[in-house]
């Protein structure tokens, strides 16, 4: 058989174990609450981290959208002047056609009232080679630049 244990050191070893035992429990609770306190501070970056990337975001689509108001601007602008150039250069055609129309309406007329028969230079070629079975090519001046 076994001796009977002493009571006071039985006692005070169950002391020791509860202390031990309250000590753990103790611990595992900071254990739990550091994981809690992790899981919110993580939980919190995602969000502080969400607003800054949109906060970033609405920051360049703010920079775009006024360089897209800008080119827009530019492009008015421009418009406006090339419209001005073409106004202007349409109004000197005007000038000019002005200047000009009553002289060519003569020229026009000139050429259809006064009528210059002449003989079509391959009437005068086909002419030769039946009268003569041959043809004799001729350089004059008006033919000169041309490769016959």
């Not at 000139?110 to 391959?122: A, F, G």
């Not at 090519?137 to 490769?147: A, E, K, M, N, V």
Request: net charge positive.
């Amino acid at each position: 058989m076994y001796p009977l244990r002493n009571t006071k050191s039985s006692t005070q070893g169950d002391r020791c174990v509860k202390v031990l035992l309250d000590a753990e429990r103790r611990g595992n609770d900071r254990i739990k609450q550091a994981q809690t306190y992790r899981v919110k501070i993580i939980k919190q970056a995602k969000i502080d981290a969400e607003i800054e990337k949109n906060a970033f975001q609405k920051q360049k689509d703010d920079i775009i959208k006024e360089k897209l108001r800008q080119i827009e601007h530019d492009i008015e602008l421009e418009k406006i002047v090339y419209d001005r150039q073409v106004d202007a250069t349409i109004k000197g055609y005007d000038e000019r056609v002005a200047q000009v129309k009553d002289r060519v309406i003569e020229n026009l007329l000139d050429l259809v009232t006064n009528i210059k028969p002449e003989i079509h230079h391959n009437f005068t070629v086909q002419k030769e080679i039946n009268e003569t079975g041959t043809y004799t090519r001729i350089f004059d001046s008006l033919h000169s630049g041309s490769r016959y």
